[in-house]
């Protein structure tokens, strides 16, 4: 890299499903690298997330895990989340989406949908709450692999609780649309990450709210 040459910044997409499934705007200059286990939809890294340690230590300045960190055992995930600070540099972001279990508990309650019944509709098609809980029938269906199938969930103060657990801090987290979407750092954040995403360095922490 010659002097003055900046730097380019690289995102690991954890169980990205497909090469060609965008990124949010924010990475958009960032060197996207898929992990997953089907090297058929161009994965970059053929491996399970939960051996991430085995990969050398501080090279991707952020992990996007988005609605992949529920597929593993509640007692996995620590130990997934220990692999994303393993892989993070210091002052790396982890950003996870999951769905959120306890949103779509109370929409279910209050608006009384049933199991089978309709939450919204999808590029997929309907999704009911039988899918949010145990994965799109019709996809677990069409391919056979239970990997697709949930193994466990979350809600707002759950994965804020393992987050922290697990080293990582400050964290900010949004809820809506059935979905947690939460963003923390690998230690003292880098300002031009946290800028990113408009996050604010003064100490406060969103997620720790609720």
């Known amino acids: 890299m010659s002097e003055g040459t900046e730097r380019q910044r690289r995102v690991l997409n954890v169980g990205g499903h497909s090469g060609g499934i965008p990124l949010p705007g924010a990475y958009g200059t960032f060197e996207h690298v898929l992990l997953g286990l089907n090297p058929d939809v161009g994965a970059d890294?053929?491996?399970?997330?939960?051996?991430l340690t085995s990969l050398e230590p501080q090279q991707f300045d952020a992990v996007y895990c988005s609605h992949n960190l529920e597929h593993v055992r509640q007692h996995e995930v620590p130990g997934v989340l220990a692999g994303f600070r393993h892989v993070l540099k210091p002052g790396g972001l982890a950003h996870i989406i999951v769905p959120d279990l306890q949103e779509l508990m109370l929409v279910c309650v209050q608006q009384g949908i049933d199991l089978d019944g309709l939450l919204y509709e999808s590029p997929m098609g309907p999704i009911t709450p039988l899918d949010v809980l145990y994965g799109h029938g019709g996809i677990i269906a069409q391919s056979g692999q239970d990997?697709?199938?949930?193994r466990t969930g979350?809600?707002?103060?759950?994965?804020?609780?393992?987050?922290e657990a697990s080293g990582f801090s400050p964290m900010f987290c949004q809820q809506g649309n059935l979905e947690l979407n939460l963003i923390t750092f690998?230690?003292?954040?880098?300002?031009?990450?946290?800028?990113?995403?408009d996050l604010p360095l003064d100490g406060t922490d969103p997620a720790a709210a609720s």
Do not use: C, I, K, Q
């Open 186 to 197: 690998n230690g003292n954040p880098d300002p031009e990450l946290a800028a990113l995403f």
């Open 154 to 163: 979350f809600s707002r103060r759950t994965l804020a609780n393992v987050v």
């Open 45 to 51: 890294l053929v491996l399970d997330v939960r051996e």
């Open 147 to 150: 990997g697709y199938a949930p």
